[in-house]
């Protein structure tokens, strides 16, 4: 195992204030997203709204690297030009979404793990032929009434931590998103004690495996109330809670904490992300950035609609969502910066 590329990778990928796009919705995720715009689903849509996202002029001022996915890593653009060589001829770190998707957890009613275990290395070994440097595997965790429990958090950490070795004897970054899902309308304080036994598991998991934590991303998702819950706490107690919870439970020898979205609107997952790195700021053992999907790209697809002529205004809405949480990794971020 090369572990100084790993770690230099992974380093990079949080390097510069900058943050990642993740673009790696499954077929199934893309279809129902562009269902809801009316966008057609099919290949051909789902390949131009991907040419559209890594042809951002100057993307790489705020995106370290992008996540693809099975069917986006293979493509190219409409000249023919592969993504890999767009992304990486930008400056952009490319990496692969390497989950096959979740499936439920046998007899346990409601609860799902990750699969795609299974000629995982050979699969990896493609991957870095193709041009990926890291990977990404996301272990859902749904909060409902008598769960999670333990036996499906400790399977989705086990299956974290398997992925996780494979990609760093591959030579790959794994991006580990163990993700606690705001589904539901549980309290902020239910959140922070799932997500606290959940990051336990997944680092107890690492560990035996033997996984380098210098050679990871860790990417979580904040500490919150559910969406149905009627006590929604402010900006600056999500911020203090998500922080101090991950002060409590992540090694200072991960390199990057990355946050997914989850959920949230686009204005709030930047607001929060602001107020961790301003409220702690010179505190932090890692550097805290994004890896949004719905919030930064939710506005570039509702311009865009599957209309070549509003490629360019979809762009810039791109590019603005990436600037602000640019902003709000450094605690620069302010809602006077969203446009009306
Ligand atoms: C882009 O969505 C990713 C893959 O989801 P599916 O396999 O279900 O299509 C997802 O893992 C994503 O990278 C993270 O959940 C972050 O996305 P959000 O929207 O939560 O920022």
């Known amino acids: 195992m090369d572990i100084l590329k790993i770690t230099d990778t992974a380093k990079a990928m949080v390097a510069d204030n900058k943050g990642l796009l993740a673009m790696d919705e499954s077929t199934a995720s893309c279809n129902k997203r562009f269902a809801a715009l009316g966008i057609p689903q099919t290949e051909k849509a789902r390949r131009d709204y991907r040419e559209l996202l890594i042809t951002t002029p100057r993307l790489s001022q705020f995106i370290s690297g992008v996540i693809l996915c099975d069917e986006t890593i293979r493509q190219t653009k409409k000249d023919g030009t592969p993504f890999i060589k767009v992304i990486t001829d930008a400056g952009i770190i490319p990496g692969i979404k390497v989950d096959a998707g979740e499936v439920d957890f046998k007899s346990h009613p409601g609860e799902k ?13 493609e991957y870095v032929k193709l041009g990926a440097r890291f990977a990404k595997w996301r272990g859902e965790i749904i909060i409902g009434k008598g769960i999670p429990s333990k036996d499906c958090i400790e399977a989705n950490a086990k299956a974290l931590a398997n992925y996780a070795i494979l990609c760093q004897e591959a030579g790959l970054v794994p991006i580990v998103e163990p993700e606690v899902m705001m589904e539901g309308d549980h309290t902020i304080d239910r959140c922070l004690e799932l ?3 959940v990051l336990h598991a997944v680092f107890n998991q690492l560990n035996l495996h033997h996984v380098a934590l210098e050679g990871i991303i860790l990417k979580p998702n904040m500490i919150l109330p559910g969406l149905d819950c009627t006590i929604q706490e402010s900006i600056e107690e999500v911020a203090d809670a998500t922080v101090n919870f991950l002060l409590q439970s ?4 991960v390199p990057g904490i990355a946050f997914l979205s989850g959920g949230q609107s686009y204005q709030l ?6 107020a961790m790195n301003t409220r702690f700021k010179g505190k932090l053992p890692w550097a805290l950035t994004f890896s949004f999907s719905r919030a930064i790209q939710q506005p570039a697809l509702e311009t865009w609609q599957g209309n070549r002529y509003n490629v360019e205004e979809a762009q810039a809405e791109l590019f603005h969502r990436a600037k602000c949480n640019y902003a709000a990794r450094r605690g620069e971020y302010d809602a006077t910066m969203e446009r009306s």
């Open 113 to 125: 793990i990750a699969e795609g275990l299974d000629g995982l290395a050979e699969r990896l070994e």
């Open 195 to 197: 997500t606290t036994e």
């Open 250 to 253: 992540v090694p200072a020898n």
């Open 269 to 274: 997952a930047s607001a929060r992300l602001n």
